[in-house]
């Protein structure tokens, strides 16, 4: 069982930063493959971005155009998602997950992961 505890959202004006942070459980997560998912109002579940396991892969949704990063501490077990020059079309629930090994399907797909936080809001005004 693995648990994740997103923090750092909050309120932000269009073109402002925020970073998101996952904190995980459990004694293995630097074989974890995590990703960061949102969800709008009314929308479904989207991909943000992916890294591997050792942090030398990194993947990532269209949208984000070189705003966003997606680092991680694997000494202390956590995740990041530094997100630059938000809009408001970045208003979302953001949650972060995780893969277990042995992996299997792609990053991009929510299926793929094997456990998930309870999301942050990020909200973005004009």
């Known amino acids: 069982q693995v648990q994740l505890v997103e923090s750092g959202g909050g309120l932000v004006q269009a073109g402002g930063s925020l970073r998101l942070s996952c904190a995980a459980s459990?004694?293995?997560?630097?074989?974890?493959?995590m990703g960061w998912f949102r969800q709008g109002p009314g929308k479904e579940r989207l991909f943000v971005a992916a890294i591997g396991p050792s942090g030398g892969n990194t993947y990532y949704g269209d949208f984000v155009k070189g705003r966003f990063t997606i680092p991680r501490d694997n000494a202390k077990s956590t995740l990041y998602l530094q997100m630059n020059s938000l809009n408001p079309e970045d208003t979302a629930v953001y949650y972060c997950?995780?893969?277990?090994?042995?992996?299997?399907?792609?990053?991009?797909?929510?299926?793929?992961?094997?456990?998930w936080g309870q999301g942050t809001q990020v909200t973005v005004s004009s």
């Open positions: 997950a995780s893969d277990l090994p042995p992996y299997s399907g792609s990053v991009y797909r929510s299926y793929t992961y094997d456990y």
């Open positions: 459990g004694r293995t997560f630097s074989s974890y493959r």
